[in-house]
């Protein structure tokens, strides 16, 4: 067990693509938020338990999905008894547009784990923004706060650009070394 837990939400497969990229990158455990913003009852021990969290959400209408926030509204009393205080946090969104307002999401990711009095994880890659980057190359979209995803409108979950699956592999390798470094 590599002590990191990624929990995140998908409405339609692309996130969940993008969190098994991350995941596989950190050996890390996986959450599914339901479709009514539901986790299993066994979910919140493992949160409790983990070292680090990395949180994952689509980006519909700027902003996490309704039920991500569910999950978030949900954790306010572990807010209240500060029961993920100095965790280690990562986080991660995917949408449609390349820009779409995916770093509203990031920014509102990061708010969530510096309420819970967390350690955020950036990024920590060069982005790929030569004339010569392609959508296969390393952050392609140019990330630093966290991980960005682009899945095209029309993209099926086997369509998704492989830079950005391979920018989440790389990212949960990062952060499977900073877990590391601080056990
Ligand atoms: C209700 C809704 C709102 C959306 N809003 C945005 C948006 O603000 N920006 C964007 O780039 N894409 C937006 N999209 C596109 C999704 O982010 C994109 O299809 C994403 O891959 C969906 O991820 P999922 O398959 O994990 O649900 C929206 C999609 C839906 C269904």
């Given at each position: 067990?590599?002590?990191?837990?990624?929990?995140y939400?998908?409405?339609y497969?692309?996130?969940r693509?993008?969190?098994?990229?991350l995941?596989?990158?950190?050996?890390a455990e996986?959450?599914?938020?339901?479709?009514n913003g539901?986790l299993p009852?066994s979910?919140?021990d493992?949160l409790?338990?983990?070292?680090?969290i990395v949180?994952?959400?689509?980006t519909?209408?700027?902003?996490?999905?309704?039920?991500?926030?569910?999950?978030?509204?949900?954790?306010?009393?572990?807010?209240f008894?500060?029961?993920?205080?100095?965790?280690?946090?990562a986080?991660f969104?995917?949408?449609?547009?390349?820009?779409g307002d995916?770093?509203?999401?990031l920014?509102?990711l990061?708010t969530?784990?510096?309420?819970?009095?967390?350690?955020?994880?950036?990024?920590g890659?060069l982005p790929?923004?030569?004339?010569a980057a392609?959508?296969t190359?390393?952050?392609?979209l140019?990330?630093s706060?966290?991980l960005?995803?682009?899945?095209p409108?029309?993209?099926s979950?086997?369509?998704i650009?492989?830079g950005?699956l391979d920018?989440a592999?790389?990212?949960g390798a990062r952060?499977a070394?900073?877990t590391e470094?601080f056990a």
């Amino acid at each position: 067990m590599s002590g990191i837990v990624v929990v995140y939400h998908s409405g339609y497969g692309h996130t969940r693509k993008v969190a098994e990229y991350l995941a596989r990158g950190a050996k890390a455990e996986l959450i599914a938020i339901d479709d009514n913003g539901e986790l299993p009852e066994s979910a919140w021990d493992k949160l409790a338990e983990a070292k680090t969290i990395v949180f994952g959400a689509p980006t519909y209408m700027g902003n996490a999905s309704w039920q991500f926030k569910k999950f978030a509204d949900a954790t306010s009393k572990i807010w209240f008894m500060r029961g993920w205080q100095n965790k280690l946090f990562a986080g991660f969104t995917n949408s449609a547009s390349p820009v779409g307002d995916k770093g509203l999401t990031l920014a509102w990711l990061q708010t969530l784990a510096g309420q819970h009095g967390g350690i955020w994880i950036s990024l920590g890659m060069l982005p790929s923004n030569t004339k010569a980057a392609k959508n296969t190359d390393l952050n392609a979209l140019g990330g630093s706060t966290g991980l960005l995803v682009q899945s095209p409108s029309d993209a099926s979950v086997d369509e998704i650009p492989q830079g950005g699956l391979d920018t989440a592999a790389a990212f949960g390798a990062r952060i499977a070394e900073i877990t590391e470094q601080f056990a």
